[in-house]
Structure formats: C-alpha cells, structure tokens
C-alpha cells in the first residue's frame, strides 16, 4: 500500500446547506467534511490537509501554484485532491504541466452533490480516487462518475451532469 495524502481545497463536495441564502456554502467554522467521509469508509490511513476552502470557479493561478506547491511538499507518492468540478479539468492540466514528470501520481475529485445532502456522489468518487491513487503510473488524473481521466481528457459533461469521454 502506498502512503496517501488528500489534499482538500473546496467545491461542492464540501459544501453545506445555507439557511440564510437558501444556497450552498463552506461551513462557517471552516471545517471539511472528508474526515467523517474517510471514517464512514473505515478508511483510516491518508493523511488530510486542507489547502483551502474555495469554489473552483473562482480559481486563479495563484491558487492552483499554491496546489502545486502543496503537491511538490507532500512527502506521499500519492494524492488525491479534492476539487470543485467546474474548473477540475482546468486545474489538472496546470497541475500536469507544472509538475512535468512528477514521480508523484495525483488524482482529482470531487462531487456534483454535496456530502452533506442526501444522495452525494462524493463518497463513490472520493473512494475510487483513493484506489487509482495508489494504483495509477505516476502523473495527473481525475476520477469521477467511475471513471479515470487523464488530465487532457478531464472535462465536466454540464448538459449530462457528468464527467464523460
């Protein structure tokens, strides 16, 4: 087995139901919700570091050099990222180009729901990306929906609601 890192940057996967705006939003305490998905898995040994609490769509390249620069630190050859899916392809092919020949196999995920309402796909991605992690050549990946992307072929399907070849 190899040693694993998620590092957790936001997107829906995170996300809470706002009362106040009747929208989505990060918890007010800042608080991520994948400890208690990874012991719901009984999934006990990644180590969780969370980056940043962020919807994808306001990413800048500042925040995906801060990615990097957390991916470059992890001591793991193994990482899983958790991502919002509307820039989750974009942020994979900075990644693949600024890491280059990374000895380090990263995966990101996410969720179209949020873990914290019923029926999140966010378990099932978070699962899988925690295999391919550690299974997968080294490089840049996305996993969702059950599917392994590379990082050119990582793109959200909006009309579908999914990520597709």
Partial sequence: MKELRVIVTGGTIDK???????GLSFSPDGATHLPEMLRIGRCHFPVVEKLMLKDSLYFDDADRAAIAEAVRAAPEPSIVLTHGTGTMGQTARYLAAELGDTDKCVVLTGAMRPFSLYASDGEFNLG???VAAQILEPGVWGVMNGRVFPAARLDKNVDQGRFDI
């Fill in 16 to 22: 809470v139901h706002d009362p106040a705006s009747e």
């Fill in 128 to 130: 899988a990306a925690i």
